[in-house]
């Protein structure tokens, strides 16, 4: 399984900005997807996740009202729609894959994971 994220880069705070992550090497909606950062100076931390048919999401409470997960499993493409950005989201974004149905805010259970894609919020 890759995974290539992309789509970051420098916005303003209030901005909104929309980032991507291709899957390939193996059949999409067998997979839950989740999505991370790591800010600068601090450890990798959960953002959202949602199952592998698209119907169940889940955050973190730091972006929960601002970020939507979503996907299309016929393009093979996991979204991550971030509004109201804030200069503390700024980070590199992960998108990771978990074999199985739901899934989990803990990084270690995920199978696959990209390369991340930095997103730069300036105050």
């Known amino acids: 399984v890759q995974l290539q994220a992309s789509g970051g880069g420098l916005v303003q705070a209030g901005d909104s900005l929309r980032i991507s992550c291709s899957f390939s090497?193996?059949?999409?909606?067998?997979?839950?997807m989740g999505w991370f950062r790591q800010g600068p100076g601090k450890e990798r931390e959960f953002v959202a996740g949602i199952s592998r048919g698209g119907s169940i999401t889940e955050y973190s409470d730091s972006v929960k009202g601002r970020f939507t997960a979503s996907r299309e499993n016929a393009k093979n493409t996991l979204y991550l729609e971030m509004n109201s950005l804030k200069p503390e989201d700024t980070a590199v974004y992960y998108c990771?894959?978990?074999?199985?149905?739901?899934?989990?805010?803990?990084?270690?259970?995920?199978?696959?994971w990209g390369q991340g894609t930095l997103v730069t919020v300036s105050s």
């Open positions: 990771a894959a978990l074999l199985g149905s739901l899934p989990s805010q803990v990084a270690a259970i995920y199978h696959h």
């Open positions: 090497g193996s059949t999409v909606n067998e997979y839950a």
